[in-house]
């Protein structure tokens, strides 16, 4: 083998196992971790204290579906068996979005959002977006106007306030404490101008009125 051929074969070798997805080692136990909020009293610009946090989750999986007379591969909700192919095992990434409704004194009503992507061997290989913001279960809205990121310090996550600009609604038909909490149309907010303004329908995306429903998991205390 010319000594070309053997620099082109360690190149192709470098470039794939620089995007192979490393593992994370993250789980949602640090969801219920003092140090995962600590900085939030800072970016909240208020004194709060942070008792518990109520969970709801949701969960999209890669799953295999006919479309167009072949085999396709998307993401949807666990829940969902539209034209999945049942017939073919298959178990791809998948990732669990969760709502978490901080539970504070003062009695306040701050929202995180949270997402965590996991590959087809259960490892955690990312996560966000992070949102925070507040909500309305009066109206059933939930507001996010900061976007988070996570950083990592041995084994220990924490949000930190990011400097993308964010605005986003959450409007729910079904918003039941301690039961669910069903998205039915998102509003992405960029700036008063027409036309910079986008409006996603839940149902019409993704020909489910439930790909976004959130059920409860339990309220655990922070530790």
């Not at 518990?52 to 591969?73: A, C, Q, R, W």
Request: charged share 20%; with cysteine; net charge neutral.
């Amino acid at each position: 083998m010319s000594v070309y051929k053997q620099i082109l074969i360690l190149a192709i070798i470098i470039t794939l196992c620089s995007c192979a997805p490393r593992n994370i080692p993250f789980n949602t136990g640090n969801l219920t971790q003092k140090s995962f909020y600590d900085a939030l009293p800072l970016i909240l610009n208020k004194d709060v204290h942070i008792d518990s946090v109520m969970l709801y989750e949701t969960t999209f999986e890669e799953k295999p579906y006919e479309g167009y007379y072949i085999v396709d591969y998307s993401e949807v909700n666990a829940l969902n068996d539209s034209n999945i192919l049942h017939y073919k095992d298959f178990k791809g990434f998948y990732q669990k979005l969760y709502i978490l409704k901080l539970v504070t004194e003062p009695n306040d009503s701050i929202v995180i959002y949270f997402s965590v992507k996991y590959n087809m061997f259960d490892q955690c290989v990312g996560f966000g977006p992070a949102y925070l913001g507040w909500i309305d279960e009066q109206k059933k809205l939930i507001y996010f106007y900061k976007e988070l990121y996570t950083k990592s310090k041995k084994n220990l996550f924490s949000l930190r306030k990011s400097r993308q600009p964010l605005g986003l609604y959450m409007n729910a038909n079904e918003m039941i404490p301690k039961d669910h909490i069903n998205i039915e149309k998102m509003i992405v907010e960029r700036s008063y101008e027409v036309g910079n303004n986008v409006v996603i329908d839940v149902e019409q995306i993704f020909r489910d009125p439930y790909a976004l429903k959130f059920g409860y998991l339990g309220t655990q205390k922070i530790n």
